[in-house]
């Protein structure tokens, strides 16, 4: 029994392999998804394109969804959150994991011919640090406060719904954290957004050993 | 509402940190390591590792160096200098590089931004530009600024970013070293040219220099080297400074509670 870290081509694991040593995690990445019924606990982590998860195929799909009726503990990170999603108009023919409602769309500028309110231009892709508002109290959220900032990089956001618990608003609002039974979504990188991403992979860790 | 980063560049050679290393009672300032743990404590968003000698025999010592950053640090990392081709991409990357820096080789195979985004994402891929003031424009140089080219910044900042390009990393050659502020005539002409973020470099000397180029340069973010060796807390009260000043950067609980000390 350990976490399945998912290495589906979706760039460098690197920095995700380094948290998880840190925080004292189990972790194998299995070859193919025959592996996951010895696991309670499967990663998808992810950057970029919203394309790279069709290598995430209905054996995948199966696999993952299996271990989550088992009673496991599913986290996507990035590209990973989004993928919870019904989809994303990154790749329109391409269904997600299907687990939360909605599709994942471009961030809209909300004022493309000049400066915002606050004097700053709103660029697509998102990338730096941004606050986390608390939508509602989660587990997931242990630890952290209103407005504790985290690292993002990307330009499609999930909406936000019911199972929605931490938003951002970069132009518009997005859902930055989500969670929905035993599934857990992070559109930011926890690996590399310091203390606070760390106690959020730590909460998801806990319950994923627990 | 996002934060404006504050990004400490290690000129590393040899293994060791080059510059700025005279602030007394440091005595580890010269470790790449110690110095992230340092910057990290006091609160910086991210760490640049610019490798200044870059040879081939050099390259292991090179990912020794950034795997001993990596394991400091859970913050992006970015890693440049001399990076001619997608194997020394990939060994940064395996050392444990969130992003790659490519200055004179993105100049020479323009195709090497495309190659490295389509392997690792654009947000790996920070295409670095070295430029001057000459003839009322911004000439771009190669080879640590020892080579003029033809090509402008502003025009070659938009082409790296339709190349795949994630961030730019602009210095400005008339500016670096000086201490005089950033150019931000320069950074505000690439920022308002590109929809990728700009990372401004070359000239820090105060605390108000990052106030200029974040307000009138536009940057999205900013690099500088000694001013962060120097002194004990560089970061945290920099932080503070530009806080203070309406400027959004992401400060650790004690600012936003009001509290005056600094963080354990």
């Known amino acids: 029994m350990s976490i399945a870290l998912i290495d589906y081509g979706a760039g460098n694991l690197t920095s995700v392999r380094k948290a998880l040593t840190h925080l004292g995690a189990r972790f194998e990445t299995p070859a193919g998804p025959a592996a996951l019924p010895d696991t309670h606990a499967v990663i998808v982590p992810g950057v970029g394109n919203f394309e790279v998860t069709a290598a995430l195929d209905a054996g995948w799909r199966r696999a993952i969804a299996g271990v989550v009726e088992r009673g496991g503990l599913l986290l996507g990170i990035c590209v ?12 329109p023919g391409l269904p997600g994991f299907g687990a939360l409602p909605g599709r994942c769309r471009l961030i809209e500028n909300p004022d493309p011919d000049g400066d915002s309110a606050d004097g700053a231009l709103f660029k697509v ?3 730096g640090w941004n606050s986390l508002h608390r939508k509602r109290d989660s587990w997931v959220l242990d630890g ?16 936000v719904g019911p199972d929605c618990i931490g938003s951002t608003t970069y132009g518009v609002e997005f859902a930055s954290v989500v969670e929905r039974e035993r599934m857990v979504g992070m559109q930011f990188h926890p690996e590399k957004s310091g203390d606070v991403g760390l106690r959020l992979f730590r909460n998801v860790l806990d319950r994923m050993s627990a | 509402m996002l934060s404006k980063r504050i990004i400490a560049c290690l000129d590393v ?4 940190v080059v510059k700025g290393i005279n602030f007394e009672g440091l005595r580890s300032a010269g470790d790449p390591a110690a110095l992230s743990r340092r910057y990290n404590r006091e609160g910086i968003d991210e760490v640049v590792i610019l490798d200044v000698t870059a040879t081939i025999e050099k390259r292991k010592a090179m990912a020794r160096t950034i795997h001993a950053v990596a394991q400091e640090i859970f913050l992006p990392l970015c890693v440049g200098g001399g990076i001619k081709d997608e194997a020394h991409a990939d060994a940064a990357i395996e050392a444990g590089a969130d992003k790659v820096s490519l200055n004179t080789a993105a100049i020479a195979r323009p195709e090497l931004l495309t190659a490295l985004a389509r392997r690792y994402g654009s947000q790996a891929v920070i295409v670095a530009i070295d430029a001057k003031r000459e003839g009322g424009g911004f000439r771009i140089y190669v080879r640590s600024g020892q080579q003029a080219t033809e090509r402008d910044a502003v025009e070659w900042a938009q082409e790296a970013a339709d190349r795949g390009a994630g961030e730019i990393l602009l210095t400005s050659i008339d500016r670096d070293g000086t201490k005089s502020g950033f150019d931000c005539e320069l950074t505000a002409a690439v920022s308002e040219a590109v929809s990728i973020p700009v990372i401004a470099s070359g000239g820090a000397g105060t605390f108000d220099h990052f106030v200029d180029v974040f307000t009138a340069g536009k940057a999205d973010a ?30 650790g609980r004690w600012a936003r509670t009001g509290a005056a000390e600094s963080p354990a």
Do not use: C, N
């Open chain 1, 144 to 159: 952290v406060e209103e407005g504790d900032q985290v690292y993002f990089t990307h330009s499609y956001a999930a909406p």
């Open chain 2, 222 to 251: 900013a690099l500088a080297a000694s001013i962060f060796h120097y002194a004990e807390h560089a970061v945290t009260d920099l932080k503070q400074h530009l806080h203070d000043r309406g400027v959004p950067v992401r400060m």
């Open chain 1, 125 to 127: 892709p998102h990338v």
């Open chain 1, 80 to 91: 990973g959150l989004q993928w919870l999603f019904e989809g994303s108009e990154e790749a």
């Open chain 2, 13 to 16: 050679r040899d293994g060791q």
